[in-house]
């Protein structure tokens, strides 16, 4: 399965959208899927949606071009440009159908996807509705056998934290969001705190967050000092997730165990921060102030 996740969830940019797109999304969309072909057509799949599936091959049939074949259609929304999406898919010999693998149908183990920015995501389930069974193949390509994979679009994920309100910590700074779920900080005024603070302004009910993982996650970082943000996800777009979480301690520890749908805000002093040096990093010596959206989190291998 270490290819097809290389080729199916690798990240990268925001895809442009066309001149023609409409304001759904859902033309591009239907645009980049790839087009049924032979040998998609002839592959027998087994099993339910959301559950690893079993096929049999056309051994006669052979992958010459990248196809997809709907093997059931769900009933949920289209996937449209923008969408992260939550799916799962089992990997086999395309020559001989011998399974390969599975990923994504345990939880926390496969992140969601911005399904139109990834050009092999976008042709396998590209226009597809939540719901939907593909059967997708590649051609052999660059050293690598041609590929089959039954993919499961399993859910539309939001980019804002979804969970329950929580009492506001008093002496915290005060958070107010927009519609679209981006935060504005408003820091108290005196002295910002010598050590770490977290309250959780929102708690989700998905899986926590553990050492090692990958976290999908929206950001808004604020300097104390003057109350100006100076790094946020959503002046960039998208959600972000930095492999293995590798960011400053007390952001680290703001993630610790915290559910997925959370909403977070944390208080980083520059010892758990930048350090105190100004000369070292441009916010070295600042305490700095987080709104962290967890969207979703996918745990490290075992062993790793």
């Not at 895809?15 to 592959?43: F, I, L, N, R, W």
């Not at 899986?207 to 090692?212: I, Q, Y």
């Not at 165990?257 to 990093?281: N, R």
């Amino acid at each position: 399965m270490a290819l097809a996740a290389l080729v199916l969830t690798g990240c990268s940019g925001s895809p442009k959208p066309s001149e023609s797109a409409d304001p759904t999304g859902s033309a591009d969309a239907c645009a980049q899927a790839a087009a049924p072909g032979s040998y998609t057509d002839g592959v027998k799949v087994d099993g339910e949606v959301g559950k690893p599936a079993k096929v049999t091959v056309d051994k006669s049939k052979k992958v010459g071009e990248v196809q997809r074949t709907v093997v059931s259609e769900g009933d949920g929304e289209k996937v449209a440009e923008g969408d992260y999406i939550a799916y799962a898919m089992s990997a086999f010999d395309s020559k001989t159908g011998d399974h390969l693998g599975d990923l994504g149908y345990k939880e926390g183990e496969l992140l969601p996807q911005n399904a139109l920015a990834n050009q092999a995501l976008a042709e396998a389930i590209g226009c597809a509705t939540i719901g939907t069974r593909v059967a997708f193949a590649l051609p052999a390509a660059e050293g690598a056998e041609s590929q089959l994979y039954i993919i499961d679009v399993l859910d539309k994920v939001p980019t804002a934290a979804w969970g329950e309100k929580q009492k506001p910590v008093d002496g915290m700074p005060t958070v107010k969001l927009a519609k679209d779920g981006e935060p504005d900080v408003d820091v108290p005024a005196g002295d910002a705190p010598k050590e770490l603070k977290i309250s959780v302004l929102k708690e989700g009910d998905g899986p926590e967050v553990a050492d090692g993982d990958t976290t999908l996650l929206q950001y808004y970082g604020v300097d104390w000092k003057d109350g100006k943000s100076f790094d946020s996800s959503w002046s960039k777009g998208a959600p972000y997730a930095a492999p293995g979480n590798t960011y400053v301690p007390g952001f680290v520890q703001a993630l610790a165990g915290q559910k997925v749908g959370s909403q977070v805000l944390v208080v980083i002093p520059p010892a758990l921060a930048y350090g105190e040096d100004p000369e070292a990093h441009e916010l070295g010596g600042q305490t700095l102030v987080f709104v962290i959206d967890i969207l979703a989190t996918q745990h490290a291998p075992a062993g790793q």
